[in-house]
């Protein structure tokens, strides 16, 4: 029993199969992409499962070399980056005060973002394109897409910053109010740098949660304003034929988010661990 522990660590082998199999199949059709944007139409109608013979570039340097791909991934790169500064800066600002002040309703009001977690957007589909297009005559800009998405991303972002704004020590605050720091002050000096962890973990959510949105810009962009997952739709109708091109484009618009999820997963899970402690 002690070696089949050590050998295991705390799960037996059945959870390592059922963790291989759950890699297996979420890597699968990334991988099978990636690979299969080095081959040709002929070899993959020949061989659906096999490798490039030879490996070929021109799928990648033809979506590279593709004025529409660039001006794809530059809208969703501002849209990605405007959601999540406001996501980020709004979260914050409105954790602080939940987590440090006193006030009646508090609980009440921060249940409110908890809500916020159920409510999905396609339910607020129809009054968000009125209220985008009609009112805020922002339809078919960075924005109009931006603050939408930024507003879904605020409850998860609460809800993670709270417990670390909780957790700083109230001696450290009350010092630095002794010795005339404001609440601003301590906010921006203090709260802000300590609770790092968390505002990289909401950072990296928010950024990939954008660049990966679908249902919104579908309904709110149009023309030469379309991001990424809609160029990779129009690009898909327009080249049904070419599969292997289809591949290539889908695997090179989901490098970016992918490169900054797994450059940035240690302090995700590192800022998620810290919510849970708190």
């Known amino acids: 029993m002690?070696?089949?522990a050590t050998t295991y660590g705390r799960g037996g082998p059945l959870v390592y199969l059922v963790a291989l199999a759950v890699v297996a199949l979420t890597l699968g059709p990334v991988l099978y992409g990636a690979v299969g944007g080095f081959r040709s139409n002929e070899q993959l109608a020949r061989d659906p499962a096999g490798l490039p013979d030879p490996w070929l570039l021109r799928n990648y340097g033809g979506v590279l070399g593709n004025p529409e791909f660039w001006r794809y991934a530059l809208n969703s790169t501002v849209v990605a980056l405007i959601t999540t500064v406001v996501a980020v800066l709004a979260g914050?600002?409105?954790?602080?005060p939940l987590a440090r002040y006193q006030f009646r309703f508090r609980e009440p009001l921060f249940l409110v973002f908890v809500l916020g977690l159920l409510f999905p957007a396609a339910v607020a589909i129809v009054p968000l394109f009125i209220l985008v297009t009609r009112d805020l005559q922002l339809g078919n800009t960075w924005w109009g897409i931006a603050l939408?998405?930024?507003a879904f991303a605020l409850p998860t972002t609460v809800v993670i910053l709270r417990p670390f704004l909780m957790a700083l020590p109230k001696e450290v605050e009350e010092a630095a109010m002794i010795d005339g720091a404001s609440r601003i002050g301590i906010f921006w000096r203090m709260a802000l740098p300590l609770s790092m962890p968390g505002l990289v973990t909401?950072?990296?959510?928010a950024f990939v949660a954008s660049w990966n949105a679908y249902l919104l810009p579908l309904l709110l962009l149009q023309g030469d304003m379309r991001t990424l997952p809609l160029g990779?739709?129009?690009y898909s109708t327009e080249h049904s034929a070419d599969t292997a091109g289809v591949l290539a484009f889908t695997t090179i618009a989901m490098i970016p988010a992918l490169v900054l999820f797994l450059a940035m997963q240690r302090r995700i899970v590192g800022g998620l661990q810290g919510a849970?402690?708190?």
């Open 92 to 96: 914050v600002m409105a954790a602080y």
């Open 276 to 278: 849970v402690k708190g």
């Open 2 to 4: 002690a070696r089949r």
């Open 232 to 234: 990779v739709a129009d």
């Open 202 to 205: 909401v950072g990296v959510l």
């Open 148 to 150: 939408p998405q930024a």
